[in-house]
């Protein structure tokens, strides 16, 4: 019988777990030298990057619509039934032909966009290289795989490249890259395993929005926890196969992680920001309140995943989609104040992905699956109160179209990526291995945040 | 069974004078052939007809066939056989006796094996001969073929065969493990039911049992005149628990894993009875035709409504409106063919490049967007009126169906002008004939019963039976679970395969647990209202149509193997936690017997049979019998001294209390939650 020993897992977990099963495992001083042991680079500041997934793709050329002249024409010929009006007017410091509205049931993030914490980045999605219509028809440049697919162009914007035999998310590289990964608190996620945390060394810890969660079998009378510990610790130590083993890997990592995060947690301060009930504004302040911890982590470098589905508006666009964008900026207007009272506003970063953006034709009450997009990015280092990139004209069977009102970005989402990598601290030459096809562009040409 | 040739009777001449007194009764002095069917002497008295072991001395037969007219010929033994009236079962001792018909005496006989698996003859040259049958090395029966020669005293010979079909008779570890695959969780009864039995008889068994359907145990909720959507859970707690068609209901569950539909987070958690009826068309498609259960898919309501196919019109180009796509993208990306060409094994086809060949483009997504158009709910009167009946399937509307042509796989197109419901029935049956299909959703299918890895041998053996029945039916569901179930790759008689497992099912790990223990509530009532949250998954309950975790998922532990664990992708800390602490819940805090008194509303576990063992036969036999219910004998001797070592801080603690424990650890155990 083999058993299989990832010994960076058993040395991690022997660290963690001294003293047997003892909740208080772990004083924030042993978390500090446990994560000096792990991290070899010596990083000075602190940054953190929460990735918002709009899961589904969503209709983002109906979040920030023109409000005057040709532009407004055509977009609202192309909308028909689905045209947003009573759209915000938005004062950007860059001038756009037809402006700027942005949609009304996102009128709580005027005041933080106002304040210049706040961007959004136009015509954005998938490209391997720049893409003319008449390069699309003729197949004359590489196009992304399998685009308008969900789970696949989730995938390319969470890997931030193409598909290749060993895939990681761009999010996990960079921790990696910057040999933050090993510890459990610098990849969190409050909405599951993603492709964007999962590198080759690393996947996401993830957090209960209620933060603390109670491990039964280990709760109560300390000599007999003791025992049944011991018992868990020599079943995981026994496996016959990797898969096996990976299950073991994760049960025993979930079992460290809880309890360490546990007495963390436990010393978290009360935020005076509050949140809404809504999902997203709850994973929001699960997020704030591992922020207003991170001193004691140990972590220089956070990455934090969060997601709000049902973008994937097929049907009742004209019901689902306020609600969603009214979510979505309460969620955001909520978190940034939390961000701003914990005094971290140059420190953190949240910027928004999703599948695709849809068409510009409708099916009766809602969209399908299109291509370019318009993205949000907000944060004290932000280069805000602009929109960087390009207004899309919205012209159905104009010079983007592809069909049926799906638009060929302007912008890569690598183009995208790139500036927000370097800015969490990855230097240039490194910035072409994460993104490999940002070579094909201009690949800092937005300016997004304030260097 | 018991098959009986009795092929041919020798007229065997030693000279004319009617027999020699010699007693040779061995060896022919001038056999041309050292078959066992020789017979002695040089001279045979007839054909022996269409016996493949026939000497080779044709000529000589038939020269003789006049001399075996002559008068004074003597009489050979007239030899019957007589096999075993019952089914013969592999590693059997079992007795062939020889019949004859006359004098029976001063006669020789001599048994001997001339086809199948080498069995252990004793007696051979006695009346009776006893067989020693080899053991089990396939699921596939044996068939041995004996041949008794009777030679008299006047050296006349008649020789005989006999066939033997032997069986598997499982043994309860060999029964285990099939019904870890075929079950939602073998129950001990079901272990030893199906012990003694071959893996062809029990699952010819569970595909000829009458389905047990989920709607009938559908009750209001409390005080209300409708169910609610955790009566729907109710019901799937009281089917899957209780139905005897296991093999159906796991089936059932498997393709509830592949055609997604989901009340997690949709307006579909107000028809519990429509989402009852969706398991109920997985239930009876279980077992059906492919295409059958494609059609009923397409056309049920709920589908209609997950999928927003429903209620999809024609196109309006005046409002830019076009067909929607959801169902045209997700039915060949999910439920047939997938995004890439495959081949017949399941690899990917590649191009020169070596790129994948991606199946479909937009063409063909805007082509089946116009075939799933004008479809809406059953009996409604108006298009913009529907009936809300998420029951019946649906029903086309002509006037709102797309009346262009319709761009299908292969270049296929249906002519402008063709109705809804032909179009429907062009489109199913061109993505039913594209060669994805039976690779797609024979291997998907493996992955949810077997293993996660199959090899593409395994792959491709089923997808054979998938493309052809053996009778010329493309897409038989029965013959593709029985192949899955049977082959060598599922079994594992004659080899040992790398990666043969597969991670179990957090809500199967409960499921097998709750079945075990008679899990019961005194009201009868399953109302589980978080299993999303605490086991990542529940029946219907994905969070979208890719499932809870997607069949290629690659866990960070195995980014480097090759090897996929797709129930890996739910196993994230907070996940791992919550299903540990569920089934401490269920195992520790709800095992009835150590309660004084019942909640009724709780369900709780009832370990009795367990505590029994403890009881009267000790620790050692109780983990004998978790060895066989829970690991299909895969219990480690490091897993099982685990478990004695807990044991012993709890001896003196009452036995419900030790099964408590002990159960607990064996649901964290690496061994039980590996399927092998």
């Known amino acids: 019988m083999t058993t299989y020993n990832d010994k960076s897992r058993r040395a991690f977990l022997s660290l963690c777990l001294k003293g047997g099963a003892s909740v208080a495992a772990l004083t924030s001083l042993q978390l500090h030298a446990l994560s000096n042991t792990l991290n070899s680079t010596n990083l000075t500041d602190y940054k953190a990057l929460v990735c918002i997934f709009l899961h589904g793709g969503s209709d983002s050329l109906n979040m920030l619509v023109p409000t005057s002249g040709q532009y407004r024409t055509n977009y609202e010929q192309s909308r028909q039934n689905l045209v947003v009006t009573d759209a915000i007017s938005l004062t950007t410091k860059t001038q756009f032909e037809g402006g700027v509205g942005l949609h009304p049931s996102m009128s709580s993030l005027t005041p933080i966009f106002d304040s210049g914490q706040l961007a959004f980045v136009g015509g954005v999605g998938t490209l391997m290289a720049p893409t003319t219509l008449t390069d699309y028809k003729s197949k004359s440049v590489s196009l992304p795989g399998h685009l308008f697919s969900h789970n696949d162009q989730q995938a390319t914007w969470m890997h931030g490249q193409e598909k290749i035999s060993l895939n990681t998310g761009w999010g996990a590289r960079m921790l990696e890259r910057l040999n933050q990964h090993s510890s459990f608190t610098s990849n969190i996620s409050l909405a599951g395993s993603n492709p964007w945390q999962t590198g080759v060394n690393t996947s996401p810890y993830a957090l209960s929005r209620s933060g603390v969660m109670k491990i039964n079998p280990l709760s109560g009378y300390q000599p007999q926890v003791d025992h049944v510990k011991g018992i868990i610790d020599r079943l995981l130590a026994n496996t016959n196969n990797p898969i096996q083993d990976a299950y073991a890997n994760r049960l025993g990592r979930s079992i460290s992680n809880v309890q360490n995060m546990n007495n963390l947690l436990e010393q978290a301060p009360t935020l005076t920001t509050q949140f809404s009930d809504n999902d997203l504004s709850q994973q929001l302040a699960a997020v704030a309140k591992s922020l207003s911890i991170q001193a004691q982590t140990g972590s220089q470098r956070q990455i934090f995943f969060v997601s709000l589905g049902g973008f994937d508006t097929h049907d009742e666009q004209l019901t689902r989609q306020p609600a969603l964008f009214s979510t979505l900026a309460t969620a955001l207007s909520e978190f940034q104040s939390a961000v701003n009272e914990l005094a971290l506003q140059n420190n953190v970063t949240t910027f928004t992905m999703s599948d695709f953006g849809r068409t510009l034709t409708s099916n009766g009450d809602g969209t399908d699956h299109g291509w370019a997009g318009n993205q949000l990015l907000m944060g004290g280092a932000v280069n805000g109160q602009d929109l960087h990139g390009t207004m899309l004209d919205q012209q159905v069977n104009g010079p983007l179209d592809v069909g049926g009102g799906r638009l060929i970005p302007q912008y890569a989402n690598e183009q995208y990526f790139a500036p927000i990598a370097k800015w969490f601290g990855l230097p240039e030459s490194e910035i072409y291995e994460l993104f490999p096809n940002s070579r094909n562009f201009d690949t800092f040409a937005m300016p997004l945040f304030n260097m | ?676």
Request: aromatic content about 8%; glycine content about 6%.
């Open chain 2, 1 to 676: 069974m018991k098959t009986l040739v009795l092929l041919i009777t020798f007229l065997a001449l030693t000279g004319c004078g009617g027999g020699s007194d010699s007693n040779s009764n061995v060896a022919p002095e001038n056999s041309s052939s050292d078959s066992p069917t020789s017979s002695t002497g040089n001279n045979t008295g007839s054909q022996p007809g269409d016996n493949n072991e026939q000497p080779d001395n044709t000529d000589d037969t038939n020269n003789d066939q006049d001399s075996g007219t002559q008068d004074d010929i003597g009489v050979a033994p007239i030899v019957d056989v007589k096999t075993p009236g019952n089914i013969v079962r592999k590693g059997a001792t079992i007795v062939i006796d020889s019949v004859i018909t006359g004098d029976s005496s001063e006669l020789t006989y001599v048994w001997t094996q001339i086809a199948g698996p080498a069995a252990t003859l004793v007696n051979s040259n006695s009346p009776s001969l006893t067989v020693i049958l080899p053991e089990t090395s396939s699921p596939n029966q044996d068939d041995l073929v004996f041949a008794l020669t009777v030679t008299n005293n006047e050296g006349l010979s008649t020789y005989t065969e006999a066939t033997i079909e032997s069986v598997n008779a499982m043994s309860e570890l060999q029964a285990a493990s099939l019904l870890q695959q075929g079950t939602l969780g073998p129950t001990y009864a079901e272990i030893q039911s199906a012990a003694g039995k071959s893996e062809e008889e029990w699952i010819n068994e569970q595909l000829e049992m009458q389905t047990t359907y989920h709607m009938p145990f559908l009750e209001n909720y409390p005080d209300k005149e409708q169910p609610n959507h955790i009566n729907r859970i109710d019901a799937w707690w009281k089917a899957s628990i209780n139905a005897p068609d296991q093999l159906r209901q796991r089936v059932a569950f498997a393709l509830s894993e592949i055609f997604v539909v989901s009340d997690a987070n949709s307006a579909l958690r107000g028809e519990p009875e429509g989402m009852t009826t969706y398991y109920d068309m997985l239930l009876k498609n279980a077992f059906g035709n492919f295409r059958t259960l494609l059609e009923s898919v397409t056309l049920s309501p709920v589908m209609g409504v997950y999928l927003s196919h429903l209620g999809n019109e024609k196109a309006d180009l005046e409002k830019n409106i076009r067909p929607d796509e959801n169902y045209a993208r997700e039915v060949m990306q999910l439920f047939t063919i997938g995004l890439d060409e495959l081949n017949l094994d399941g690899t990917k086809k590649l191009d020169n490049d070596g790129n994948a060949i991606p199946t479909y483009s937009q063409t063909e997504i805007g082509g089946f967007a116009k075939v799933f158009t004008g479809w809406t709910f059953a009996y409604s009167a108006r298009w913009n009126r529907p009936s809300k009946n998420y029951t019946l399937p649906m029903q086309p509307f002509s006037e709102y169906h797309s009346s262009q042509e319709k761009h299908l796989l292969n270049n296929e197109v249906i002519p402008a002008g063709t109705g809804a419901e032909e179009s429907m029935q062009l489109a199913l049956d061109n993505l039913f004939m594209h060669p994805n299909v039976a690779p797609f959703i024979s291997k998907q299918l493996i992955q949810r019963l077997v293993k996660s890895n199959p090899t593409p041998a395994y792959v491709q053996r089923i997808a054979l039976i998938f493309n052809d029945n053996g009778t010329g039916t493309r897409g038989d569901m029965a013959a593709v679970v029985k192949a899955i179930l049977l082959d060598d790759e599922a079994r594992k008689y004659s080899s040992v395969f790398e990666h043969s497992g597969k991670i179990k099912e957090p809500i199967l790990t409960k499921l097998h647990f709750w079945r075990t223990l008679n899990a019961a509530s005194q009201l009868n009532r399953y109302y589980t209202w978080n299993l999303q949250s605490t086991y990542g998954q529940g029946p219907l309950l994905s969070p979208s149509v890719f499932n809870f975790f997607r069949p290629d998922h690659k866990p960070s532990e195995l980014l480097n193997s090759g090897l996929v664990a797709p129930e890996l992708q739910i196993a994230t800390d907070s996940n791992m936690i919550s299903t540990t602490n569920g089934h401490y819940s269920d195992l520790i805090w709800r095992m009835a017997e150590r309660k004084n008194t019942l909640n009724p509303n709780t369900i709780y576990m009832y370990g009795a049979a367990q505590i029994s063992i403890l009881e009267s036969a000790g620790l050692q036999a109780l983990l004998d019998h978790y060895n066989i219910v829970y690991f299909a004998g895969s219990m480690s001797d490091a897993t099982r001294n685990a478990l004695v070592d807990l044991d012993s801080y709890f001896l003196n603690r009452s036995p419900a209390d030790r099964v408590s424990q002990l159960l607990y650890m064996v649901s964290l155990s690496p061994d039980f939650n590996y399927q092998n």
